[in-house]
C-alpha cells in the first residue's frame, strides 16, 4: 500500500511537471515581445534640412540717364554776317519801343569820337551812329552800365526823338521796353527813368563797379525834379543791375544832356 502510494505520488507529481512545462511551452509559442513605443526607440540620425538661400536684394540698374533736351541755338533776326560785311565795328540792333529808334550799334576799336561823324557803314555823316566807346565799355553788355550815344537830330532821327517822348508821362508810362540784338542773344531793358542831366562824361566820373558810387549815382538821378524828369521810383535799380543809358543833347540847352535809361531783365 505505502508503495502505491509513493507511486501515486510520484505519478502526480511528474504529472504536474509535465503540464507546467506543456503550459509553459505553449505560453512561449504565443508570447510576442512588445513592439518599442516610438518614444523609446533610438532617434532616427535625421538630416538637417538645407536652408533655402534667401534672394538677396535684386540689383537695381543704375537709371539710364535722359538727356536734357538741347536748346535751339539762338538765330538772332538781325543780319549780323551782312552789317559786317559792310563795316565790322557793328556789334548790336538797338530799338526803343514806340520811337523811331531801330539802328544798329558800332564801337570803333581806337577813336571813341569816331562815329560822332560817320555813319554806321563808316562813312562821313553829320548824323554820325549810335555807338559805344571802347575805353569805358565792351561790346557784350555785361558792364555795370553801357552807355549808348546819339545825335538829337531836328528830323527826329538818331536819339532825336527821344526827349518829346520820354518827357510826356503817358508816353513814359505806355512805352517801357529798350531790345538789344546781338549776333549770340537778346536782351530786353525795362526802362525806369528818363531824365535831363548835366555834360558830365558818365562812365569817366563814376565807377558803377563800386557799390557806394553807383547807389550815389542813382541816388542824384533820383532826387532830380525837373518838370521834364520821369521816374519809375518801385523800379529803382539796385547794384549788381545792369544797366542801360541812352544819351543824347537836351533840345533846349546843347550843354547838357538827355537820358533815357533801362535795367536788363531776368
Known amino acids: ?52 538661400p534667401t534672394p538677396g536684394p535684386t540689383a ?6 535722359v538727356p536734357s533736351p538741347t536748346p535751339e541755338p539762338y538765330i538772332s533776326p538781325v543780319d549780323f554776317e551782312a552789317l559786317r560785311a559792310v563795316n565790322g565795328d557793328i556789334y548790336a540792333w538797338l530799338q526803343v519801343e514806340g520811337t523811331p529808334v531801330d539802328y544798329p550799334v558800332v564801337q570803333h576799336g581806337s577813336d571813341d569820337s569816331f562815329y560822332l561823324t560817320h555813319d554806321s557803314d563808316g562813312n562821313y555823316s553829320a548824323n554820325g551812329a549810335i555807338f559805344s566807346q571802347k ?71 563814376h565807377d558803377f563797379a563800386d557799390e557806394e558810387d553807383f547807389d550815389a549815382f542813382f541816388d542824384g538821378i533820383y532826387a532830380i525834379t525837373d518838370a521834364d524828369a520821369q521816374l519809375d521810383r518801385d523800379a529803382r535799380p539796385a ?6 543809358i541812352l544819351s543824347t543833347c537836351l533840345k533846349v540847352d ?8 533801362g535795367a536788363l531783365l531776368p
Not at 60 to 65: D, R
Open 60 to 65: 537695381t540698374a543704375a537709371p539710364t540717364a
Open 1 to 52: 500500500m505505502n508503495r502505491r502510494r509513493v507511486f501515486l505520488v510520484l505519478g502526480c507529481f511528474f504529472l504536474l511537471c509535465a503540464i507546467g512545462c506543456g503550459v509553459y511551452i505553449y505560453s512561449r509559442t504565443l508570447y510576442t515581445p512588445p513592439a518599442q513605443s516610438q518614444a523609446m526607440a533610438p532617434a532616427a540620425a535625421t538630416q538637417a534640412p538645407t536652408p533655402t
Open 254 to 261: 546843347r550843354t547838357r544832356r538827355y537820358l533815357v535809361m
Open 239 to 244: 547794384f549788381g543791375d545792369r544797366i542801360i
Open 135 to 205: 575805353t569805358y565799355n565792351g561790346t557784350d553788355f555785361s558792364d555795370p552800365v553801357t552807355v549808348l550815344y546819339g545825335h538829337r537830330m531836328a528830323s527826329g532821327t538818331m536819339f532825336g526823338a527821344l526827349k518829346d517822348d520820354f518827357s510826356d508821362p503817358a508816353f513814359f508810362a505806355e512805352h517801357r521796353s529798350i531790345t538789344v540784338y546781338t549776333p549770340e542773344r537778346e536782351l530786353s531793358y525795362r526802362i525806369f527813368a528818363a531824365v535831363p542831366y548835366s555834360n558830365e562824361h558818365i562812365l569817366y566820373a
